[in-house]
């Protein structure tokens, strides 16, 4: 009876863990519009966040100029004049690791699950990436898109979520500014801008005036950034790039009959492997204590 107990209590184990995870990460559709999100009052220094934090407790946060603070974070991502999604984690949608920024963009433009969703089906590509930067050095992509409705953009080219510059994306977090905590919603990453107080997440205006990772190499304020291997960096680019458009245009090619049931997002193939790797185990322990 003891080893019947034991199953049935690293049974229950499992099915918390995975119920956890299957709810932490993903968006939710709101009916928050940037002015109800700008007006939220940040909580500071709790255990507990509210229901329209994106967790449900409090974490760490680094000004522009390199102070740190404690605080519930409310990451929504909008449009002017419209309602807002929610995301549901305690990190960058474009850093889901506790490892902080990325030097390049190999984890931009994921697609992420609709919590609501009970299905699982229905994911969304938050990010999107400037024209501009797909022949760049950032070699800019996201997960595959097969139709406008996958991109929060509403701009899918060649399988790629383009930004819309009539349709300019906003990410509202946290931030401690003159003294005060605040939501504010700003600019998204690889929207157009003129000065770095223009870009969310605390990011800088880049030399080619976009919203860029933080530190990603080539903006305006980098010391760093030098024009010594210009010319070198210049010639690899193109290679690089023309590379980068034929396989942008051979995949286009080769996924003209593909249907939408084949565009699995990179977190919805792990949710699902994970469902199966549940209802397997499940199963197994299942007939094991009969």
Same mark, same amino acid.
């Given at each position: 009876?003891?080893?019947?107990?034991?199953?049935?209590?690293?049974?229950?184990?499992?099915?918390? @863990?995975?119920?956890?995870?299957?709810?932490?990460?993903?968006?939710?559709?709101?009916?928050?519009?940037?002015?109800?999100?700008?007006?939220?009052?940040?909580?500071?220094?709790?255990?507990?966040?509210?229901?329209?934090?994106?967790?449900?407790?409090?974490?760490?946060?680094?000004?522009?100029?390199?102070?740190?603070?404690?605080?519930?974070?409310?990451?929504?991502?909008?449009?002017?004049?419209?309602?807002?999604?929610?995301?549901?984690?305690?990190?960058?949608?474009?850093?889901?690791? +506790?490892?902080?920024?990325?030097?390049?963009?190999?984890?931009?433009?994921?697609?992420?699950?609709?919590?609501?969703?009970?299905?699982?089906?229905?994911?969304?590509?938050?990010?999107?990436?400037?024209?501009?930067?797909?022949?760049?050095?950032?070699?800019?992509?996201?997960?595959?898109?097969?139709?406008?409705?996958?991109?929060?953009?509403?701009?899918?080219?060649?399988?790629?979520?383009?930004?819309?510059?009539?349709?300019?994306?906003?990410?509202?977090? @946290?931030?401690?500014?003159?003294?005060?905590?605040?939501?504010?919603?700003?600019?998204?990453?690889?929207?157009?801008?003129?000065?770095?107080?223009?870009?969310?997440?605390?990011?800088?205006?880049?030399? +080619?005036?976009?919203?860029?990772?933080?530190?990603?190499?080539?903006?305006?304020?980098?010391?760093?950034? @030098?024009?010594?291997?210009?010319?070198? +960096?210049?010639?690899? +680019?193109?290679?690089?790039?023309?590379?980068?458009?034929?396989?942008?245009?051979?995949?286009?090619?080769?996924?003209?009959?593909?249907?939408?049931?084949?565009?699995?997002?990179?977190?919805?193939?792990?949710?699902?492997?994970?469902?199966?790797?549940?209802?397997?185990?499940?199963?197994?322990?299942?007939?094991?204590?009969?």
């Amino acid at each position: 009876m003891t080893n019947k107990n034991n199953y049935i209590y690293y049974l229950l184990i499992f099915i918390i @863990t995975y119920k956890s995870y299957a709810n932490r990460y993903g968006f939710k559709y709101t009916d928050y519009t940037i002015n109800d999100i700008e007006n939220f009052k940040v909580i500071i220094n709790k255990t507990e966040c509210p229901e329209e934090s994106s967790y449900h407790h409090s974490i760490q946060f680094t000004s522009r100029t390199g102070e740190k603070y404690q605080s519930c974070d409310y990451q929504y991502y909008c449009h002017k004049n419209e309602k807002c999604i929610k995301v549901n984690t305690p990190y960058e949608i474009t850093d889901p690791t +506790d490892s902080g920024f990325y030097n390049d963009y190999s984890n931009f433009g994921m697609a992420w699950l609709n919590l609501e969703d009970n299905n699982k089906n229905d994911t969304l590509i938050i990010d999107s990436c400037n024209e501009i930067s797909l022949s760049s050095e950032k070699n800019c992509k996201t997960d595959i898109c097969l139709s406008h409705s996958d991109c929060f953009s509403k701009n899918c080219i060649n399988h790629i979520c383009i930004t819309n510059p009539d349709y300019p994306s906003y990410t509202c977090r @946290t931030v401690f500014e003159n003294s005060e905590y605040k939501v504010k919603c700003l600019k998204s990453y690889e929207e157009k801008c003129e000065k770095d107080i223009e870009c969310a997440n605390e990011s800088p205006c880049g030399i +080619d005036n976009l919203c860029t990772l933080r530190n990603f190499k080539g903006f305006k304020n980098d010391i760093n950034n @030098t024009n010594m291997n210009n010319d070198n +960096d210049n010639n690899n +680019d193109n290679n690089n790039s023309n590379s980068y458009i034929n396989n942008i245009n051979n995949l286009n090619n080769t996924n003209t009959n593909t249907n939408n049931n084949n565009s699995s997002s990179s977190n919805a193939e792990v949710h699902n492997k994970l469902n199966s790797l549940y209802k397997v185990i499940i199963l197994l322990i299942t007939l094991f204590i009969l």
